[in-house]
């Protein structure tokens, strides 16, 4: 297992999983969380694709575009068609068509499927907003470095998803300094504050002398278009402590919640951990980002998830729910699912989609307990109203989830499923 999504630098990664050590975090009160009325349909699986080896980690969200006959929504997709891990990356970037069938969306440029562009390997669903003009906007999680500097590409929509262009954002890191070899990850959503500026979680590893370096969770900020982003605050940094994918959301009292992934090592294996960190006063303005205090990391714990004290979890998501819910959909071991009432402080008792740990494993793979075989734990997640949600995850880490002679539930092929939530 790599530190991130994708390999930044793949020697990098794997020796910053050795150093990291386990973090000290304040203990959160032992109180009851709210309850919250949320059904859940069953998880249905779509059929492999006997076009592709891989196909895991997806991103989904809703979209909604506009042409001569009104008004129009639907959902788009991103999966990893590559080992996860293993350059170069690929991705495959879908949009579901009037029968619910998922078709490869398209370069404007060539007419041909996006993902044979080069420039479009990275092209994803995950951080997605509609822009002034009224058009569809996917940031890639990638960030790239050429002569002129750090940037992130924008690819742009006007149909939906079924055809997209790009363009370059610039990415000012505001005086961080950023390992040359590194690229970073924009990861994962967007939140648009209420002065129209647009909020994105990023991480990448920074020199610390002596040849080492270490992971640190940002946040950017940008202006409607995200035409520019721009360093404003850095929320976790430790020199012996990584820290990666983060999700961030904007309270019902104006508060951020930032909750992002941090490494421990236990029994020669490698563990990914929760925190949060919650601003001290209300954000609602670039200019609030880069001068809000933030309150001390706290474990993230949700009952009926692995681990009690600091519960276990890769690729969180954050989403704003009716009624000031929050809802938190993390992965590995398995993909769950909690909400909070209360902005983050306590969340409800884990919910899990889907299953896929082996069920005879005893030493685990590659460096990875056996809690973490089988699904990827990274989930896509399309808010579709208020109260209800679409959630999309797969069978299989691609590459090494379901390796080594063990049993697993749901078989080792590249099976993605598909589930839904409705709070009542």
Same mark, same amino acid.
């Given at each position: 297992?790599?530190? =991130?999504? @994708?390999?930044? /630098? ?49 991103? +989904? ?13 639907? %959902? ?14 690929? &991705? @495959? ?26 420039? $479009? ?11 002034? $003009? ?34 370059? =954002? ?9 390992? !040359?070899?590194?690229? *970073? ?7 648009? +504050?209420?002065? *129209?500026?647009?909020? #994105? ?18 946040? #950017? ?28 959301? @904007? ?11 941090? &490494? ?9 951990? %929760? ?62 699912? $909690?909400?909070?009432? !209360? ?11 889907? !299953? ?17 075989? *089988? ?7 399309? /808010?579709?109203?208020? =109260?209800? $949600? ?8 691609? *590459? ?14 590249? #099976? ?9």
């Amino acid at each position: 297992m790599s530190l =991130t999504r @994708r390999t930044i /630098v793949a020697t990098l990664a794997t020796a910053a999983l050795a150093a990291t050590t386990v973090v000290a975090v304040n203990a959160m009160a032992d109180t009851q969380p709210k309850a919250v009325n949320a059904q859940y349909g069953a998880a249905k699986v779509e059929a492999q694709d006997p076009n592709r080896e891989f196909r895991a980690m997806p991103a +989904l969200q809703q979209v909604s575009w506009k042409n001569s006959s009104g008004t129009h929504k639907r %959902l788009i997709r991103s999966v990893s068609i590559r080992p996860d891990g293993v350059p170069p990356v690929a &991705e @495959r970037m879908q949009y579901q068509d009037g029968s619910g069938k998922w078709q490869d969306a398209k370069d404007a440029r060539t007419g041909k499927p996006l993902m044979e562009s080069s420039d $479009a390997q990275y092209a994803m669903a995950s951080n997605v907003f509609t822009d002034s $003009a009224g058009q569809t906007v996917a940031l890639e999680t990638q960030a790239h470095k050429d002569s002129k500097g750090r940037y992130i590409l924008r690819w742009i929509t006007k149909d939906g998803g079924v055809s997209w262009t790009p363009s370059r =954002t610039p990415l000012d890191f505001n005086g961080g300094s950023i390992l !040359d070899s590194a690229s *970073g990850q924009a990861f994962q959503k967007i939140v648009t +504050l209420p002065d *129209g500026s647009r909020l #994105l979680p990023f991480y990448v590893a920074h020199p610390v002398g002596g040849g080492k370096y270490k992971f640190s969770a940002h946040l #950017l900020v940008g202006d409607a278009d995200a035409t520019k982003l721009k360093r404003a605050a850095t929320v976790f940094s430790s020199n012996t402590i990584d820290y990666s994918e983060s999700s961030v959301a @904007r309270r019902s009292d104006g508060k951020l919640l930032m909750i992002t992934r941090y &490494e421990t090592e236990r029994g020669g294996f490698h563990y990914s951990k %929760l925190l949060s960190r919650v601003t001290t006063s209300a954000v609602n303005s670039a200019a609030d980002v880069a001068k809000a205090k933030w309150a001390a990391p706290t474990a993230v714990k949700v009952p009926g998830a692995a681990d009690a004290d600091v519960v276990s979890g890769v690729a969180p998501i954050l989403s704003n729910m009716d009624s000031g819910v929050l809802m938190l959909v993390f992965g590995r071991p398995r993909n769950k699912i $909690a909400f909070s009432t !209360d902005g983050g402080t306590t969340w409800t008792t884990a919910h899990s989609f889907y !299953d896929n740990m082996p069920t005879n494993c005893k030493s685990g793979y590659g460096g990875n307990p056996c809690s973490a075989l *089988g699904s990827s734990g990274y989930m896509g997640v399309a /808010v579709t109203s208020p =109260t209800t $949600a679409v959630i999309m995850g797969d069978n299989c880490q691609a *590459g090494w989830g379901c390796k080594a002679n063990y049993k697993y539930p749901h078989g080792t092929t590249d #099976l993605l499923w598909t589930a839904t939530v409705t709070l009542k």
